[in-house]
């Protein structure tokens, strides 16, 4: 069973760090790609990141690229969100989630769709 567990939420103040995991179980971990999500109350979620386990490629929604760094750590089966300079609007439930296309598709153009494993999410709070 694939199964996809978040840690690493909480309460930050506006300018502040937070670094998430994923940590994955139940299947080939270099098999997949696996993407970050957020949902705020009332509204769609949004994807944000993405990784490629097998190679390392990354993507990132505009609005974080220059303050959200996802990486791996293949021997843990391990996916990490850094998350820098927070703002209020960061606020929300963070989610994992794996492709089994293994490559960063457009998660602007198809949101979720593409993701079939979720995990629980973890709720970030960044207060201003």
């Known amino acids: 069973e694939v199964q996809l567990v978040e840690s690493g939420g909480g309460l930050v103040q506006a300018g502040g760090s937070l670094r998430l995991s994923c940590a994955a179980s139940?299947?080939?971990?270099?098999?997949?790609?696996i993407g970050w999500f957020r949902q705020a109350p009332g509204k769609e979620r949004e994807w944000i990141s993405c990784?490629?386990?097998?190679?390392?490629?990354?993507a990132y929604l505009d609005s974080v690229k220059d303050r959200f760094t996802t990486s791996s750590d293949n021997a843990k089966n391990t996916v990490y969100l850094q998350m820098d300079s927070l703002k209020p609007e960061d606020t929300s439930v963070y989610y994992c989630?794996?492709?089994?296309?293994?490559?960063?598709?457009?998660?602007?153009?198809?949101?979720?769709?593409?993701?079939?494993?979720w995990g629980q999410g973890t709720q970030v709070t960044v207060s201003s």
């Open positions: 989630a794996a492709d089994t296309f293994g490559y960063c598709r457009d998660g602007v153009l198809y949101g979720p769709a593409l993701y079939h494993h």
């Open positions: 139940g299947f080939s971990f270099d098999d997949y790609a």
């Open positions: 990784i490629s386990v097998s190679d390392g490629s990354t």
